[in-house]
């Protein structure tokens, strides 16, 4: 998959329904995490810009919102066929953008498909309910309750850089179908995969206006989108310290927040050492640990942590480190500062008196995948989300020590407990404050149809396919009082 960006392209923002160059004049260097060269530039959109696209939004959405639950899906459906009709190219652009391995971003672009076609079966299926007035003390049978689902009106959504595909149909799909107009904000780093992503819904014929595409940075245009009047909902999926300010920026409308995570993995010493390396390697590593739901800290028993830590060294020297086009797994972070940030939390736990198992090497913003062991509750690295191939192991004498651990993080997304005891696995699972524990199994968003939410400081809201459904809807109430 060798990569050719001689050429560089200038892409248009979408905005009612067409491709403009902005009226401001600027444009936004797009750089390859592992190219490190600009490989094309997008459009810095202005407010007056928005402001337009939000009032076009609204008078397409009443238009949208009469059309039936299928007729919508119709549009839905082809932008999936769409997707997989261009999933190489699609693939290809995340690849240079934001450095995942090619198969890796051809899999998000499939599963973004599928997520979407799922979308649309989940909410034809979404029959609504009567209720009966008698069903209440005193009520009568003559009151009858219809709940049905309304949309909320234009939804914003906004995506972080490391799924720029998929964690935006995520939103986007969602919304469509429940009969709202989008307006979407990539993360700058993932504007050129979320042009491309559009240019397949636009071939569907989908009516003007419906959805704009303003890209632009957060720290310019981020504040005016989410304060602004005509937006009635807002997804947002990204950093916590980004969501915290959103959540106070915003009033009075609905906000869905996914953001950062610190998920544990609990090794329990009856734990099948087989599943618990395989888990904590594919959990940790994959794309450079640059998931919300990367395993970032072991919390182990004392009495298999050598032999726990022996073997998750052995097969962390095997890892691929290099580029995506090969498809390492270890892949350079998504830019330098993000290196420096992972690398300053290494050198804090160090000189604190951390074990260097493995690693601790780099090349620019390429870190290799470091095991740090004989982690303590005063280094950074054992609290701080790195987004980055760094694995604190943090040795522990029971089960109830690993979960006070667990719990006295400030994030609560995923955690993972190995035991070969379901009993114990499950008595575990039960006090560790996260939306989701796997027992015997990697943290991980997927399968998409499953609710996925974060306490804490890791979110507000439920993502997942019906879950989307519901925050992109309100309920409707008609009450007929018969004769
Ligand atoms: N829980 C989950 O589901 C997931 C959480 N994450 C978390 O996201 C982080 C990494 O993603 P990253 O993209 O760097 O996250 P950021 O929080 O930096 O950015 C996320 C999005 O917010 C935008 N943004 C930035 N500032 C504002 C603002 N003031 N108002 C509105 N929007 C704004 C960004 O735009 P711009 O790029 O232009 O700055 C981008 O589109 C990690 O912490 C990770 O854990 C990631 C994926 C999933
Ligand atoms: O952005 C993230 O990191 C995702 O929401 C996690 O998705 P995954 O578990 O499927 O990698």
């Known amino acids: 998959m060798a990569s050719n960006v001689s050429e560089l392209t200038t892409y248009l923002a979408y905005l009612e329904g067409e491709w403009k160059k902005s009226s401001s004049g600027e444009t936004i260097a797009i750089q390859s995490p592992y190219l490190r060269q600009t490989i094309g530039y997008v459009q810095a959109v202005t407010q007056e810009e928005v402001d337009h696209a939000i ?3 609204h008078k397409a959405q009443k238009r949208w919102a009469k059309l039936s639950l299928s007729e919508r899906g119709a549009y839905l459906e082809k932008w999936a066929d769409e997707l997989v009709a261009g999933s190489e190219e699609i693939a290809k652009t995340i690849m240079q953008e934001v450095g995942k ?4 971003a051809q899999k998000e672009v499939v599963r973004t498909a599928d997520l979407i076609r799922y979308t649309v079966q989940d909410a034809l299926h979404m ?6 007035g008698d069903g209440f003390p005193g009520g009568d049978q003559k009151k009858i309750g219809i709940v049905e689902s309304a949309p909320l009106g234009v939804v914003l959504a906004i995506a972080p850089f490391n799924y720029p595909v998929n964690l935006a149909a995520s939103k986007i799909a969602p919304a469509l179908m429940m009969g709202n107009a989008v307006i979407f904000k990539p993360a700058t780093q993932g504007s050129i995969s979320g042009v491309k992503m559009i240019e397949a819904l636009d071939k569907t014929g989908l009516p003007k206006g419906l959805l704009s595409l303003t890209t632009g940075r957060g720290s310019v245009i981020g504040d005016y989108l989410v304060e602004h009047k005509g937006i009635n909902m807002i997804s947002f999926t990204g950093g916590s310290s980004t969501g915290r300010h959103l959540s106070k920026q915003t009033t009075m409308i609905p906000l869905v927040l996914e953001l950062g995570g610190k998920d544990p993995a609990i090794v329990c010493e009856d734990a099948d050492l087989d599943v618990a390396v395989k888990s904590i390697m594919n959990g940790a590593y994959s794309y450079s640990g640059q998931r919300c739901t990367a395993i970032k800290r072991v919390l182990v028993n004392d009495k298999i942590a050598d032999a726990l830590v022996s073997r998750l060294k052995a097969e962390i020297e095997k890892l691929t480190v290099g580029s995506p086009e090969k498809d390492s797994t270890i892949v350079p972070l998504i830019d330098d500062k993000s290196a420096d940030f992972v690398q300053g939390l290494i050198d804090d736990a160090l000189v604190k008196g951390a074990t260097l198992v493995t690693g601790n090497k780099r090349k620019e913003n390429l870190i290799y995948p470091t095991l740090l062991d004989n982690v303590t509750e005063d280094m950074d690295v054992a609290w701080i989300e790195p987004f980055g191939p760094v694995l604190p192991v943090i040795r522990v004498a029971s089960d109830e020590e690993a979960i ?5 993080s400030e994030f609560g997304l995923q955690a993972s407990v190995f035991s070969q005891d379901i009993d114990r696995a499950l008595a575990v699972a039960r006090q560790v404050e996260a939306g989701t524990v796997q027992i015997n199994g990697r943290t991980e968003r997927g399968p998409d149809h499953f609710p996925f939410l974060g306490v804490k400081s890791s979110g507000m ?11 992109m809807s309100r309920e409707r109430v008609t009450v007929l009082n018969l004769k």
Do not use: Y
């Open 55 to 57: 009032t076009e939004a």
């Open 404 to 408: 006070e651990l667990a719990n006295k």
């Open 127 to 132: 029959h609504g309910e009567s209720l009966k």
């Open 461 to 471: 809201g439920v993502q997942g396919i019906h879950h989307s459904l519901l925050s």
């Open 101 to 104: 391995g090619f198969k890796d």
